[in-house]
């Protein structure tokens, strides 16, 4: 069992900045970052795995960036030049056993946190 706890959430005008953190208990190989809008379904948004493999959605590449610190167990996301539409809880989430990169979509990862608010004003 993983416990998986986000912190760095928060509000801030559209163009600024957030760093995320996410500490977990234990080893994982792959790290995730989601989040959620009221309404919305839970999208993806970048994975990393333990040798520092990433994947970024679209809606995100280039504007944020996903790190970590595995002597620690803490995964970041660096959130830069934030929109209203990035509004949302965000949710770290992890697993276990894998190799060759992070799989994608909510059903790979089996450890949730239970996510830090960002609000984004215009």
């Known amino acids: 069992q993983v416990q998986l706890v986000e912190s760095g959430g928060g509000s801030v005008q559209a163009g600024g900045s957030l760093r995320l953190s996410c500490v977990a208990s234990?080893?994982?190989?792959?790290m995730g970052w989601f989040r959620q809008a009221p309404g919305q379904e839970r999208e993806g948004l970048a994975y990393i795995s333990r040798d520092g493999r990433t994947i970024y959605t679209d809606s995100v590449k280039g504007r944020f960036t996903i790190s970590q610190d595995n002597a620690k167990n803490t995964g970041y996301l660096q959130m830069n030049s934030l929109k209203p539409e990035d509004t949302a809880i965000y949710y770290c989430a992890a697993y276990v056993s894998g190799f060759g990169g992070c799989a994608r979509g909510l059903a790979a990862f089996r450890y949730w946190g239970r996510g830090t608010q960002v609000a984004v004003s215009s």
């Open positions: 234990g080893y994982t190989y792959c």
